[in-house]
């Protein structure tokens, strides 16, 4: 069995244990600084799993408490990445993370060079998933004009003014419309504002609004640079969704490093969580293939399923498969065993026949 600790026991967290734990693949040490939520996982049961509450912000403990496992899964908000990751290089352990954050992923990016063990940061959804199929679709062209990816987590049944429910990490979510974005226009690679160059579009007979947000690209900028025209991420919502976040976070400056913890506590005080949900990816590429301007699309829609008994909403099944694919394919040797490894590095062939990956499949 594989040694393998998860750092941060939240929703996400959960549908991580409900994965690997039935495999009886994984001896999983599961740790976090909130013993209410450890309570809760000693709760339900888990197989193959072991319980240790840590101060998860003190690098010595985490380091410790690391060491022994082969594995390293932090499923903790963005700013204890720095801590996880290097605790993770220290321990020599191979480290994974869902983190959508620009900033520490690139501190990530500095541990990797010359790790001993793999660097697999922006698993999950997106990034994550959607920086795979992208790359895959652009791998059939022989020259690239537009990459668009698209990507939403939506509640089924919509019915407040934002139309939407809380299903994931509060603070990524304010990351995500509060953080400048990366996108290549006309071959040049950009910082653009989040909230902007908004988009309507229908699929299956429901309209949808899309507008630029952070973190969701990925390492994809960087392998697609001077082979692309254009290349962008944007977040779907349901229309007038974008408008009420811009007021609440440009015109009442909640969206200002200091006042985020207001926007935080407003949002986790009146949108309520919802496990009824739907995750949308839709990617669309167009280049030159055979002397023809083609264009080539993705789209794929996930909802909430029952797995081992347990009801995970489609942003839990979709994060925890994603990352716990990648943790799989590396201890199967599809992956880099050391330095930085990209999510585009997977193959969406290898991703779709893994266990986890089969999820996005069905």
Request: net charge negative; charged share 20%; aromatic share 8%.
């Amino acid at each position: 069995m594989t040694k393998l600790i998860l750092l941060g026991a939240g929703k996400i967290g959960d549908a991580i244990l409900n994965l690997l734990s039935h495999t009886g693949d994984y001896q999983i040490t599961v740790a976090d600084r909130d013993q209410d939520r450890l309570d809760y996982v000693t709760k339900i049961g888990f197989p193959n799993t072991k319980c240790v509450q840590i101060d998860l912000s003190d690098k010595d403990a985490v380091t410790e408490i690391i060491r022994g496992h082969q594995v390293t899964m932090s499923a903790c908000p963005y700013f204890l990445t720095p801590i996880i990751a290097a605790a993770a290089k220290a321990a020599r352990s191979h480290y994974f993370d869902l983190t959508e954050d620009v900033e520490s992923t690139r501190i990530v990016k500095q541990l990797a060079e010359n790790a001993e063990t793999a660097f697999i940061p922006q698993c999950g959804l997106a990034p994550g998933f959607i920086s795979i199929v992208a790359n895959d679709v652009a791998k059939g062209f022989d020259t690239l004009r537009d990459v668009s990816m698209r990507v939403g987590a939506l509640p089924t049944y919509p019915n407040n003014a934002l139309k939407y429910n809380l299903t994931w990490s509060t603070d990524g979510l304010i990351n995500e419309y509060c953080n400048p974005c990366e996108a290549i226009v006309d071959g040049q690679l950009r910082e653009t504002s989040p909230l902007e160059e908004i988009e309507h579009f229908s699929l299956d007979g429901i309209d949808y609004e899309a507008f630029n947000t952070s973190g969701g690209l990925g390492t994809l900028c960087e392998s697609l640079q001077g082979k692309v025209q254009n290349l962008n991420y944007k977040t779907v919502r349901y229309p007038g969704h974008r408008d009420i976040i811009k007021m609440l976070v440009r015109d009442l400056q909640l969206g200002h490093i200091d006042r985020r913890p207001i926007l935080k506590e407003v949002m986790e005080t009146a949108i309520p969580i919802t496990k009824q949900d739907v995750v949308l990816v839709f990617v669309s590429v167009c280049g030159m293939r055979d002397g023809r301007l083609e264009q080539e699309s993705y789209a794929k829609k996930i909802y909430s399923q029952k797995v081992n008994g347990q009801l995970l909403s489609a942003i839990q099944l979709t994060t925890a498969s994603g990352i716990c694919a990648m943790v799989d394919m590396l201890v199967n040797g599809q992956l880099p065993q050391t330095g930085l490894v990209r999510q585009e590095q997977a193959t969406l062939k290898d991703f779709l026949a893994n266990r986890f990956g089969q999820y996005y499949a069905h």
